[in-house]
């Protein structure tokens, strides 16, 4: 079975910029997260999907950040404009169990973002 | 607010030691759900347990054991005979039920296993 594939697995880029991170869950899992894990710490959930929609998005700025999944299979992640905070390890993870957080979470490899 | 506390930041032992990790959590739900995760350097997250606030039965799978005690409010992890490979970052995590779907992570313990 293949696992959770995330792109592109680094990227670096400048202040003000825009940035977007891109998922595939295992397929058929419909529950779908995206976390931050700024390095020493660990992940903060930003967004949680059901299928194709929003189940919880109270820790994601969303002055900043905005995600979708829009037909409830891959999801994209996106920073506009990047400040310098925003430099983490972002993971996409998925579950199989509808609308139940307290299940098994799968992880992807993360993609690693450098804002300069 | 549910909130993970894992005291140890980074923990060093000796190649065939035991080693306990610590995890103590804070929540006000009745039903939740706690977790262990590794992170080996590569950085994907593995899963390692999961247990729910009803089964307070202790868990031993091979080298692993899982202690969990609500009055403490503690779900500490301990590895048996530790291994190089066993060299990971640790994290502890909470689900709750009752309130909402927040899951939440504790920051961490690095646990370096030394030949």
């Known amino acids: 079975e293949a696992g959770v594939a995330q792109s592109p697995r680094y990227k670096i880029i400048e202040k003000r910029q825009s940035v977007a991170f891109w998922c595939n869950p295992i397929s058929g899992h419909a529950t779908l997260y995206w976390y931050q894990q700024i390095l020493g710490q660990g992940p903060k959930l930003l967004i949680q999907?059901?299928?194709?929609?929003?189940?919880?998005d109270s820790q994601l700025p969303k002055d900043r950040f905005s995600a979708e999944r829009l037909k409830g299979v891959d999801s994209t992640l996106k920073i506009q404009p990047a400040k310098l905070e925003d430099s983490a390890v972002y993971l996409c993870?998925?579950?199989?169990?509808?609308?139940?957080?307290?299940?098994?979470?799968?992880f992807g490899p993360g993609t690693r973002l450098t804002v300069l | 607010a549910q909130k993970v506390t894992q005291a140890q930041t980074e923990i060093s032992v000796v190649e065939k030691e035991d080693v306990t990790l610590d995890c103590v959590y804070e929540?006000?739900?009745?039903?939740?759900?706690l977790f262990w995760y590794k992170q080996p350097p590569s950085g994907e997250l593995v899963f390692l347990i999961r247990r729910n606030s009803f089964d307070e039965q202790n868990e031993i799978s091979g080298r692993y054991s899982w202690n969990f005690q609500k009055s403490t409010s503690s779900f500490n992890f301990t590895i048996t005979a530790s291994q190089v490979v066993d060299s990971a970052v640790y994290f502890c995590a909470l689900s709750e039920v009752d309130y909402g779907q927040n899951f939440v992570f504790g920051p961490g313990t690095r646990l370096s296993v030394l030949p």
């Open positions: 999907f059901q299928n194709n929609g929003v189940v919880d």
């Open positions: 993870a998925s579950s199989s169990v509808t609308g139940s957080s307290y299940n098994e979470q799968f």
């Open positions: 929540t006000r739900d009745t039903t939740y759900y």
